[in-house]
């Protein structure tokens, strides 16, 4: 059996490509890309159309960066599965328990990301992982929990480029009041959505390194129709407790 070199060559320019857009999140032009790996800009521009028909890439303004395709399908499982690795069975656990919905999210990139979660099917009636999970945070506890763990300057950014909840979180259209409301996040230690104002009742609480520092966020989810004030603590404390086990194995005390 005898290997086209051309086409070898060729798939390792196309990896060489993709490693280099990964790097530089703002993404880079076609001649920036060309002049990298001394090849002819035509070849370049054949390279990336591939990519993006396959939708590893995308092209905004003359610039290719990733895609979010690409990083879901391979970037997530690399860069987060020692994380998930640790959490799945807690998770499965933690869904057996409380017979409803978990998720697991961390921000990466500006985004809120779903490393996995657990569906219960203990109800005939069940609230679905996170079906947007690319939507702006504001409007959900795992993403307001990211957030109130955001530094400044981070959050700065974050608003930047979408702007305040306005609506979406107790109609918060300052910074001032941003941080006021990311604050009590992180001084309650769980976030939650009002159940009369939604279909799904959701609450998240915070996974935390040694230093404090955020590592992602343990949600849950159930139809607002099953939701009693009751069930509040349950859940909070069926929740944080989950978080601190991961926590710990994390931190290798476990």
């Known amino acids: 059996m005898f290997l086209d070199i051309n086409m070898v060559n060729s798939v390792v320019k196309t990896f060489n490509i993709l490693e280099y857009i990964a790097s530089h999140e703002?993404?880079?032009?076609?001649?920036?890309?060309?002049?990298?790996?001394?090849?002819?800009?035509?070849?370049?521009?054949?390279?990336?159309?591939?990519?993006?028909?396959?939708?590893?890439?995308?092209?905004?303004?003359?610039?290719?960066?990733?895609?979010?395709?690409?990083?879901d399908a391979f970037v997530t499982p690399f860069k987060f599965g020692?994380?998930?690795?640790?959490?799945?069975?807690?998770?499965?656990?933690l869904s057996d328990?409380?017979?409803?919905?978990?998720?697991?999210?961390?921000?990466?990139?500006?985004?809120?990301?779903?490393?996995?979660?657990?569906?219960?099917?203990q109800?005939?009636?069940?609230?679905?992982?996170?079906?947007?999970?690319?939507?702006?945070?504001?409007?959900?506890?795992?993403?307001?929990?990211?957030?109130?763990?955001?530094?400044?300057?981070?959050?700065?950014?974050y608003v930047e480029k979408n702007r305040f909840p306005g609506p979406a979180w107790d109609n918060i259209t300052t910074f001032e009041a941003l941080d006021a409301g990311c604050q009590i996040v992180r001084r309650n230690g769980y976030s939650m959505n009002d159940p009369e104002k939604n279909e799904i009742a959701a609450f998240a609480v915070p996974i935390l390194r040694k230093d404090c520092t955020l590592v992602a966020a343990l949600g849950t989810y159930?139809?607002?129709?099953?939701?009693?004030?009751?069930?509040?603590?349950?859940?909070?404390?069926a929740l944080r407790g989950t978080a601190s086990t991961i926590s710990l194995k994390l931190n290798g005390h476990i």
Do not use: C
Request: charged share 25%; hydrophobic share 40%.
């Open 26 to 71: 703002s993404g880079k032009r076609l001649v920036a890309i060309s002049k990298e790996f001394t090849i002819n800009p035509p070849t370049a521009h054949n390279l990336l159309k591939t990519l993006l028909e396959l939708g590893y890439v995308q092209k905004k303004d003359n610039l290719y960066s990733i895609s979010d395709r690409f990083f």
């Open 82 to 93: 020692y994380l998930w690795k640790i959490a799945e069975p807690l998770l499965r656990a």
């Open 97 to 121: 328990t409380i017979k409803e919905t978990v998720v697991l999210a961390v921000y990466h990139e500006g985004k809120r990301r779903i490393v996995g979660g657990h569906v219960s099917h």
């Open 123 to 157: 109800h005939s009636v069940i609230a679905p992982i996170d079906p947007e999970a690319e939507t702006i945070m504001y409007s959900k506890p795992t993403g307001r929990v990211l957030l109130a763990h955001l530094d400044q300057t981070e959050l700065r950014a």
């Open 222 to 237: 159930l139809p607002a129709t099953r939701y009693q004030s009751d069930i509040k603590q349950l859940l909070l404390d």
